[in-house]
Protein backbone atom coordinates (compact mmCIF):
# COMPACT_ATOMS: atom_id res chain seq x y z
CA UNK A 1 0.00 0.00 0.00
CA UNK A 2 1.67 2.91 -0.96
CA UNK A 3 1.79 5.65 1.60
CA UNK A 4 0.67 9.04 1.08
CA UNK A 5 3.49 12.12 1.06
CA UNK A 6 2.25 14.94 3.32
CA UNK A 7 1.35 17.46 0.35
CA UNK A 8 4.35 19.80 1.06
CA UNK A 9 3.89 21.37 -3.09
CA UNK A 10 0.46 22.26 -2.01
CA UNK A 11 1.80 24.40 0.77
CA UNK A 12 4.66 25.94 -0.81
CA UNK A 13 3.42 28.47 -2.98
CA UNK A 14 6.06 29.15 -5.31
CA UNK A 15 7.49 32.49 -5.34
CA UNK A 16 8.88 32.40 -8.58
CA UNK A 17 5.53 31.33 -10.39
CA UNK A 18 3.69 33.44 -8.45
CA UNK A 19 3.42 36.75 -11.62
CA UNK A 20 2.15 33.78 -13.60
CA UNK A 21 -0.69 33.10 -12.09
CA UNK A 22 -1.59 36.60 -10.65
CA UNK A 23 -2.05 39.85 -12.60
CA UNK A 24 -1.94 42.23 -9.79
CA UNK A 25 1.94 41.40 -8.66
CA UNK A 26 2.83 44.54 -6.25
CA UNK A 27 0.62 43.76 -3.39
CA UNK A 28 2.09 45.51 -0.06
CA UNK A 29 1.46 43.10 2.77
CA UNK A 30 0.41 44.54 5.53
CA UNK A 31 2.29 42.23 9.01
CA UNK A 32 1.79 42.52 12.77
CA UNK A 33 4.52 44.90 14.52
CA UNK A 34 5.40 42.02 17.06
CA UNK A 35 5.04 38.16 15.67
CA UNK A 36 4.74 39.52 11.84
CA UNK A 37 1.89 37.64 11.05
CA UNK A 38 -0.33 38.94 7.60
CA UNK A 39 -2.80 41.49 8.49
CA UNK A 40 -4.19 42.41 5.50
CA UNK A 41 -3.02 43.30 2.08
CA UNK A 42 -3.15 46.85 0.68
CA UNK A 43 -4.55 47.04 -2.46
CA UNK A 44 -5.75 50.33 -4.49
CA UNK A 45 -5.12 52.82 -1.92
CA UNK A 46 -6.89 50.45 0.50
CA UNK A 47 -6.56 47.82 2.74
CA UNK A 48 -8.28 44.19 2.18
CA UNK A 49 -8.46 42.33 5.34
CA UNK A 50 -9.25 38.97 5.75
CA UNK A 51 -10.14 37.07 8.67
CA UNK A 52 -11.62 33.37 9.41
CA UNK A 53 -14.99 31.82 7.00
CA UNK A 54 -13.88 34.02 4.69
CA UNK A 55 -14.96 37.35 5.77
CA UNK A 56 -13.33 39.97 3.57
CA UNK A 57 -13.22 43.63 4.51
CA UNK A 58 -12.06 46.63 2.26
CA UNK A 59 -11.22 49.62 4.42
CA UNK A 60 -9.44 52.58 3.89
CA UNK A 61 -7.03 54.13 5.64
CA UNK A 62 -5.96 54.85 8.66
CA UNK A 63 -7.00 51.82 9.39
CA UNK A 64 -6.53 49.69 12.91
CA UNK A 65 -6.50 45.91 13.61
CA UNK A 66 -5.95 43.47 16.35
CA UNK A 67 -3.28 40.84 15.36
CA UNK A 68 -5.46 37.10 15.42
CA UNK A 69 -1.77 36.06 16.87
CA UNK A 70 -0.83 37.98 19.71
CA UNK A 71 -3.34 40.47 19.90
CA UNK A 72 -1.29 43.52 19.10
CA UNK A 73 -3.38 46.59 18.02
CA UNK A 74 -1.44 47.60 14.54
CA UNK A 75 -2.21 50.79 12.90
CA UNK A 76 -1.41 51.44 9.10
CA UNK A 77 -1.76 55.59 8.47
CA UNK A 78 -1.11 55.39 4.82
CA UNK A 79 -0.81 52.38 2.07
CA UNK A 80 2.78 51.58 1.20
CA UNK A 81 4.08 52.21 -1.65
ZN1 LIG B 1 0.82 39.58 16.18
Known amino acids: ?18 ATTKPTTHNSEWRCTRCDKLLGVCRDGRM ?5 RGHE ?3 GFPVQATCRGCGTLNNATAPAR
Do not use: I, N
Not at 1 to 18: K, Y
Not at 48 to 52: N, T, V, Y
Open 1 to 18: MPTPFPSRQAAQTSWSGA
Open 57 to 59: YLV
Open 48 to 52: HLRFA
